[in-house]
T-cell receptor, first 116, second 114 residues
Framework: EADIYQTPRYLVIGTGKKITLECSQT?????MYWYQQDPGMELHLIHY???????EKGDLSSESTVSRIRTEHFPLTLESARPSHTSQYLC???????????????FGPGTRLLVL | AQSVAQPEDQVNVAEGNPLTVKCTYS??????LFWYVQYPNRGLQFLLK??????LVKGSYGFEAEFNKSQTSFHLKKPSALVSDSALYFC????????????FGKGTRLSVIA
C-alpha cells in the first residue's frame, strides 16, 4: 500500500455546508489527483496538480476547488454541499522521476460523502 | 485524445478456471498501459503496467497482461482464478509523449464463483 492518506473516511453533512476533504502523501510525489466515483462505477477526474501552486481542472465539471500550497497536501473544498455531491472521492499521487508518463499513480482509501 | 474500452461490465468465472478481463485502447503514438484493482470500500490498487519491452507483463497476485499493438489491446489474465480475486478491475492508458493524466476505462466487475 502506498503512503497516501485521506480524511475523513466517511462524512455525512447537510446541504449548504462547506466541506474540505483532506489528502496527503509522504512520498514526495509532485503530481496529485482527485477523482469522483459513484460506488462500483467509473472514475471521473475532477482536479489535478503537477506541483506546488499548479492546479488544473479535469474532465468532470465540478463545483469544487483545490489548492496545492505544499507538495504533500492537496485538499478538495466544496463551498456549498448538495445532494448531487454524494459520492466517493479518491485522491492519488505519482512521481515524475524516471520515465516521463510511465509513472504509477497510487491511490488513497477514499472519502465517502453523503449530503442530506 | 486517448480512450480506453472495457467491453464487459461483468465477467463471471469458476474458481480454478483461467480468467481474462478485456481492455482495448486508443492513443496517439505509443501507449503506457496500466491495470488497477478495487476491492469494496477501498481505493484502487496498482496491479501491473506496460511501458516498453516484453509484451507480456507480470504483476501482483499472479496476474499478467499482454500488450498487443496490432490489436490495440491489453487484456488482463490469470491462469487460475480465486474467489478472493472478485473485485472491480480498471484498465488505464497514457500516451508516452506529453504530460497528461491517466485515462481510465469504465471498469469490469469480476466475480469468481466457488
Amino acid at each position: 500500500e502506498a503512503d497516501i492518506y485521506q480524511t475523513p473516511r466517511y462524512l455525512v453533512i447537510g446541504t449548504g455546508k462547506k466541506i474540505t476533504l483532506e489528502c496527503s502523501q509522504t512520498m514526495g510525489h509532485d503530481k496529485m489527483y482527485w477523482y469522483q466515483q459513484d460506488p462500483g462505477m467509473e472514475l471521473h477526474l475532477i482536479h489535478y496538480s503537477y506541483g506546488v501552486n499548479s492546479t488544473e481542472k479535469g474532465d468532470l465539471s465540478s463545483e469544487s476547488t483545490v489548492s496545492r500550497i505544499r507538495t504533500e497536501h492537496f485538499p478538495l473544498t466544496l463551498e456549498s454541499a448538495r445532494p448531487s455531491h454524494t459520492s466517493q472521492y479518491l485522491c492519488a499521487s505519482s512521481d515524475t522521476t524516471g520515465l516521463q508518463g510511465g509513472e504509477t499513480q497510487y491511490f488513497g482509501p477514499g472519502t465517502r460523502l453523503l449530503v442530506l | 485524445a486517448q480512450s480506453v474500452a472495457q467491453p464487459e461490465d461483468q465477467v463471471n468465472v469458476a474458481e480454478g478456471n483461467p480468467l481474462t478481463v478485456k481492455c482495448t485502447y486508443s492513443v496517439s503514438g505509443n501507449p503506457y498501459l496500466f491495470w488497477y484493482v478495487q476491492y469494496p470500500n477501498r481505493g484502487l490498487q496498482f496491479l501491473l503496467k506496460y511501458i516498453t519491452g516484453d509484451n507480456l507483463v507480470k504483476g501482483s497476485y499472479g496476474f499478467e497482461a499482454e500488450f498487443n499493438k496490432s490489436q490495440t489491446s491489453f487484456h488482463l489474465k490469470k491462469p487460475s482464478a480465486l474467489v478472493s480475486d472478485s473485485a472491480l478491475y480498471f484498465c488505464a492508458v497514457r500516451p508516452n509523449s506529453g504530460n497528461t493524466p491517466l485515462v481510465f476505462g469504465k471498469g469490469t466487475r469480476l466475480s469468481v464463483i466457488a
